[in-house]
């Protein structure tokens, strides 16, 4: 077995993730919830990402200058700003959302929506309870999900330095 494979070995199980650029994205934590009004999320996001987050509604797919962002850093809920997605779990999935391979364990909740007949798995914000998208099983390794995101429910986080 060569270095690449011995590597690509470690990071499928997991070992190496959380050592990753910096993120630890193996740790998963007790997440504080956010309540607000139905008048207060209208104040604070813009009609789409109010569409979004909290009626659960989509963005037209190629629409998000998100979905070719390619630098360090941290994709997080555009809601409350917890944070979902390392950049290097992002990947061009060709579905015109951005994508992710895997989430910051803990910061999303799933629920099963069988909305447009047909049975998917939902996610929303652990913290607000912001609908961010579906989660397939046609991602690439090491996970083999797909966690497909609206761009107005997310913010991006450059990384410092």
Same mark, same amino acid.
């Given at each position: 077995?060569?270095?690449?494979?011995?590597?690509?070995?470690?990071?499928?199980?997991?070992?190496? +993730?959380?050592?990753?650029?910096?993120?630890?994205?193996?740790? $998963? $934590? !007790?997440?504080?919830?956010?309540?607000? +009004?139905?008048? $207060?999320?209208?104040?604070?996001?813009?009609?789409?990402?109010?569409?979004?987050?909290?009626? $659960?509604?989509?963005?037209?797919?190629?629409?998000?200058?998100?979905?070719?962002?390619?630098?360090?850093?941290?994709?997080?809920?555009?809601?409350?700003?917890?944070?979902?997605?390392?950049?290097?779990?992002?990947?061009?999935? #060709?579905? #015109?959302?951005? +994508?992710?391979?895997?989430?910051? !364990?803990?910061?999303?909740?799933?629920?099963?929506?069988?909305?447009?007949?047909?049975?998917?798995?939902?996610?929303?914000?652990?913290?607000?309870?912001?609908?961010?998208?579906?989660?397939?099983?046609?991602?690439?390794?090491?996970?083999?999900?797909?966690?497909?995101?609206?761009?107005?429910?997310?913010?991006?986080?450059?990384?410092?330095?």
């Amino acid at each position: 077995m060569n270095r690449r494979k011995f590597i690509q070995l470690l990071l499928a199980l997991g070992i190496f +993730s959380r050592f990753l650029k910096g993120f630890d994205a193996m740790a $998963e $934590e !007790k997440i504080d919830t956010l309540t607000l +009004s139905d008048d $207060e999320w209208k104040k604070k996001l813009a009609p789409k990402q109010y569409d979004v987050l909290r009626h $659960e509604g989509t963005e037209a797919p190629f629409t998000s200058p998100l979905n070719t962002e390619k630098h360090e850093g941290i994709f997080a809920c555009a809601g409350c700003g917890l944070p979902l997605f390392p950049s290097n779990y992002k990947f061009d999935s #060709g579905t #015109g959302w951005p +994508s992710f391979f895997d989430v910051f !364990k803990g910061h999303v909740v799933t629920k099963k929506d069988t909305s447009l007949f047909m049975a998917r798995t939902e996610y929303h914000c652990a913290r607000c309870g912001g609908h961010q998208g579906h989660v397939f099983e046609d991602g690439p390794a090491p996970t083999g999900l797909r966690y497909c995101n609206n761009g107005v429910a997310l913010t991006f986080v450059p990384k410092k330095g």
